[in-house]
Each structure stands twice: as C-alpha cells, then as structure tokens.
C-alpha cells in the first residue's frame, strides 16, 4: 500500500472511497462529517437514515466503519467510521486505530483501490494531534488490506508538515 500525505480539503479528494469522520448517529454533524454531508447531497443522508433504521438502530460504534454511496462526493463510497472522544485518563488509542483498520476492510469489502481519510479524532473530539497522527500511522502502515493508495488528507499547512515529521520518525 502507497501512503501519502496531503492538505487540502477531502470533499474535492478524488479517490475510490472517502472516510468520514462521523458520529454514532450517522447524521451529519460539525467538520469532516457535516463538510462531507453538505457536498455529498442528501443521499448520503437518506442512505445512513435508512442503516440507523434497519442495520444500525442504536447508531455505529466508536472503531467501526460502514459505507454508504458517495452522492455528489468525487467517490463511489463513502466510509463512516467513529472516533473515540479523546479523555486523558482513558487508553482509547486502540479504538482510534480501529477505525482506520476497520475503515480499510471495509474498503475491501466494496473492492475500493484508493481511499482518503481524514484526522479521525483529532478535532471535535480533542484527540492531541500529533498522537493522533502517531495512531493514523501505526494503524495504516500495520493493516493487511488490498487498498493500493492511501491519502491521509490533512486541512492545513501546519497538520501536514508535523504529518510529514511523524511519519519520517517511524
């Protein structure tokens, strides 16, 4: 698997399939997830209605990933997964890395090549970035999966340049 790291903004990335740093509702929200919401459309929306009423009535788990279509998103699919809420007297990091190897099964399941994510946690949910970075990596560059590219897609300058520190310190 090829890992790269970008800035920019997911919603204009153009890959097999985009992660989403969702909540457990599946409903749209703040950052990535109501960024992704807004530019996908509303069948992004009605798909992840229809899997909280059927598949996922009590909404998806911190650590795991499903798909729904991309709408108007430059993907076929877009992966919703759940970070944990950073709390420092808790060892969530396993959960965090959870989501980005649960992301990529996922991705394997709907036969995707290339994926791009997000910084899962690493925003609303106050996980300190450079851990966060530190888990993308440990999760991504670990993970047995059939993805060929990866792009962790960072949204400002600063993120990516301590991205590409991380990274060149593993």
């Known amino acids: 698997m090829e890992l790269t790291i970008v800035q920019g903004d997911i919603t204009t990335v153009a890959a097999d399939a985009l992660v989403n740093a969702a909540n457990s509702a599946l409903l ?10 807004r530019a996908g459309g509303p069948e992004i929306l009605q798909e992840c209605r229809e899997l909280r009423r ?4 009590q909404g998806l788990p911190a650590g795991e990933a499903v798909a729904t279509g991309a709408g108007r998103l430059p993907a076929r699919w877009l992966i919703h997964t759940v970070g944990p809420v950073y709390s420092p007297g808790l060892d969530r990091r396993s959960v965090l890395r ?3 190897t649960s992301s990529l099964r996922v991705a394997d399941e709907v036969g995707a090549g290339s994926v791009a994510f997000p910084l899962i946690s690493a925003g609303a949910y106050g ?15 670990a993970a047995d999966t059939q993805v060929e590219q990866v792009q962790l897609v960072l949204f400002d300058a600063a993120t990516a340049a301590l991205a590409h520190e991380v990274l060149s310190q593993d």
């Open 28 to 37: 749209g929200g703040g950052g990535v997830d109501g960024a992704l919401h």
């Open 54 to 57: 059927t598949a996922l009535p």
């Open 98 to 100: 959870s989501c980005y």
């Open 127 to 141: 996980w300190p970035l450079e851990d966060a970075l530190v888990q993308a990596f440990s999760a991504l560059c």
